[in-house]
């Protein structure tokens, strides 16, 4: 777990080598103008970018519980159970039985591979507009900077744990 103090943060002076503004506020706002992109290309075939994530997620690691899925994507339960419901409904997951009596398991129905096939063109060229319009060293760059921080910001969370 992280800390950070909103005063701190919004009351550097612009001479400081610390960030100026809401890290929090940045990220957010970076990405919903990257999943407009790829909810807009995404919606010709009628799924949302989450959407075409779960059911690629699941596709390559499933079958798969709620949980181990959760913990995957590194998604709480209820958003990851919401997220799921369309998906169901449209017949493109199914809930299968687990390991045990109590487990259940997701599952890509035929429907649901081929509306991922579909949607795969789609995710393509939202992705490689996404590379031409910032650049792709800059994409990279992004990628080697989220992974170093998902890591650390895991390792924290499970220190706080570990010590709590």
Known sequence: MF????????MVSKNSSLPVGCTNFK??????RVSLGYDHAM???????TQ??????????????????????????STLSRNL?????ANWIA???????RSHALVVTASGRQKRKEAQALWKRAQ????ETVGVDDVIALHTLIDRM???????????????
């Open 128 to 131: 490689l507009q996404l590379n």
């Open 150 to 164: 998902t890591s650390a910001l895991a390792q924290s969370a499970t220190d706080a744990k570990d010590a709590a």
């Open 85 to 89: 419901r369309p998906l169901e409904t």
């Open 3 to 10: 800390t950070f103090q909103m005063a701190e943060a919004t």
């Open 27 to 32: 990220l957010r706002q970076l990405l919903r």
């Open 95 to 101: 809930v299968k039985a687990g390991d045990d009596a």
């Open 43 to 49: 919606a010709e075939c009628g799924l949302k970018i």
């Open 52 to 77: 075409y994530s779960l059911l690629t997620h699941i596709e390559k690691l499933g079958p798969i519980t709620q949980a181990e899925l959760s913990k995957a994507m590194g998604m709480d339960a």
